[in-house]
C-alpha cells in the first residue's frame, strides 16, 4: 500500500506509521511543556501575589500596634504630667523648710554670715 504525503512518496506503511507516531509523541510532548509552562508561570505569579497579601497584612499589624503604643504614650505622659503637677502642688514652702532644717541641717545665715559683694556700674 503506497500513499501519498505532500507529494512524498511512501515505501513502507510501517514508517509511515512510526512517523505518524513519532509526529503525534512529539505533539504531546510539546503540549504536556507548554501545560507545564502555563501551570508554572501561574503558580510564580500566585505565590507572588500571597506574599504580597501576607506583607500587607503584617504592615498593617505593625501600624495598627504603632498607633496604640503611641496612644498608650500619649496616656502615660499625661499622667506622669499630673503625677508631677500633684507632687508640687503637695510639697509646701514649710515642708521644704523642715526638711532642709531636719534632714540638711540647714538654717537661715546670722548677720555676721552675710558678706555683700559692691559692683560697680
Do not use: W
Amino acid at each position: 500500500m503506497k500513499k501519498k504525503i505532500k507529494n512524498d512518496k511512501v515505501k513502507n506503511i510501517n514508517e509511515y506509521k512510526k512517523e505518524k507516531k513519532n509526529k503525534y509523541k512529539k505533539r504531546q510532548g510539546r503540549k504536556i511543556k507548554k501545560v507545564i509552562r502555563r501551570f508554572g508561570l501561574f503558580l510564580v505569579c500566585f505565590l507572588m501575589i500571597i506574599i504580597n497579601i501576607c506583607g500587607h497584612s503584617i504592615i498593617g499589624n505593625l501600624k495598627y500596634d504603632i498607633h496604640y503604643l503611641k496612644k498608650e504614650l500619649k496616656q502615660e505622659e499625661i499622667r506622669l504630667e499630673e503625677l508631677k503637677a500633684k507632687v508640687e502642688t503637695n510639697t509646701s514652702i514649710r515642708e521644704i523648710e523642715e526638711r532642709a532644717k531636719e534632714e540638711l541641717n540647714m538654717d537661715y545665715p546670722k548677720q555676721n554670715q552675710i558678706r555683700y559683694i559692691e559692683v560697680d556700674s
